[in-house]
Nanobody
Framework: QVQLVESGGGLVQPGGSLRLSCAVS????????MGWYRQAPGKQRELVAG???????NYVDSVKGRFTISRDNAKNMVYLQMNSLKPEDTAVYYC?????????WGQGTQVTVSS
């Protein structure tokens, strides 16, 4: 099992940027598939961006061209760079690590996009 701690959330104006970080401990993340999910009030949790152990990435359509997921296996870190933020990006963002059928989650970090 791994432990995940997210950071970097906050309040930002529309059009602004934030960089979320996910610090992982317990095991090396090199063989894990990593992802960022989000959950807005009254909505289901959705996958925002994922990155495989080989570095392949995928994004939900609503963030393509604005968000970038990356990983630093040497530091056991995963990042989500979020640009051109919109009010509809407001949610709690969660880091996720998957190895085979085992999934681990962080506690989440709040992102609020508002003027």
């Amino acid at each position: 099992q791994v432990q995940l701690v997210e950071s970097g959330g906050g309040l930002v104006q529309p059009g602004g940027s934030l960089r979320l970080s996910c610090a992982v401990s317990g095991r090396s993340i090199g063989i894990y598939a990593m992802g960022w999910y989000r959950q807005a009030p009254g909505k289901q949790r959705e996958l925002v961006a994922g990155i495989t152990s080989g570095g392949s990435t995928n994004y939900v359509d609503s963030v393509k061209g604005r968000f970038t997921i990356s990983r630093d296996n040497a530091k056991n870190m995963v990042y989500l760079q979020m640009n051109s933020l919109k009010p509809e990006d407001t949610a709690v963002y969660y880091c996720n690590a998957v190895l085979f059928t085992f999934a681990s989650w962080g506690q989440g970090t709040q992102v609020t996009v508002s003027s």
